[in-house]
């Protein structure tokens, strides 16, 4: 399989995941002529959906697994609502002004900030995540700090004691926070224990955390628990935040903003 056909292979199952999470459940023969390509090659797509835990197979489809800690690959995220990413680092950059000081996580939408950046002056942003690290070359005003660790693979960051270690020597005006997991009752969580770890201690350092998730995070729970929801001062999302969800947060005296 060259690269091409790696790339087109990976953005049918992204669409393959979004159709799932919609409906809960999917059918071969259906996702063959939404996709045109044969039945075995949608058979193929939906075992290695499988043997990731993203879904259970059926007798002719697939039905969304119930398992709560599904790590995916940060290549995979990427692809996935996109468009409301774009829109959300936008208009969380517009939150972030001269002279701060902050934390920006590891993820997809927090690599969206990034590119909105340039014009702030005398910015400093500590870091555990070397895709954001490396966007931020080319913004010579910005002071990065990179945290050292272990490398986690699947999302381009550092964890561990290292990391830990190396996020307590640093007081910051925000922690810019993106979520894998967010329910206004449980509060936030993510699948591994070594990210939820880091993440409590970025939320320790921190004068205010801003959260920054597409909607489809609400209303999931992760193996890993991070904090309750009274932590957070801001949370940047879409216009499909379920409404009750909407309401809990605002009721809870948490500023919920939509990009548009």
Known sequence: MNIDDKEIT???R???????????QIKVADLSKVFHVSQVTIRNDLAQLENKGI??????????????????????KAKRHLLEKQKIGKRTAELIKDDDTIILDSGTTT???TKHLSHIKNLTIITNALNLASQLINCPQINVIMLGGILRRSSLSMIGPLAEANIRNFYCDKFIMGVDSIDSQYGISTPTVEEAQLNKLMIEISKEVIVVTDSSKFLRKSFAYIAPIKVIKTIVTDSNIPLDEY??????????????
């Open 247 to 260: 309401k809990n947060l605002t009721n809870n005296g948490i500023e919920v903003i939509i990009a548009e």
């Open 111 to 113: 690599l969206e900030i």
């Open 10 to 12: 990976l953005e049918r």
């Open 14 to 24: 992204v669409k393959i995941i979004d159709l799932l999470e919609e409906k809960g």
């Open 55 to 76: 879904l259970v197979r059926t007798r002719g489809g697939g039905i969304k697994s119930q398992r709560v800690n599904i790590d995916f690959h940060l290549s995979e």
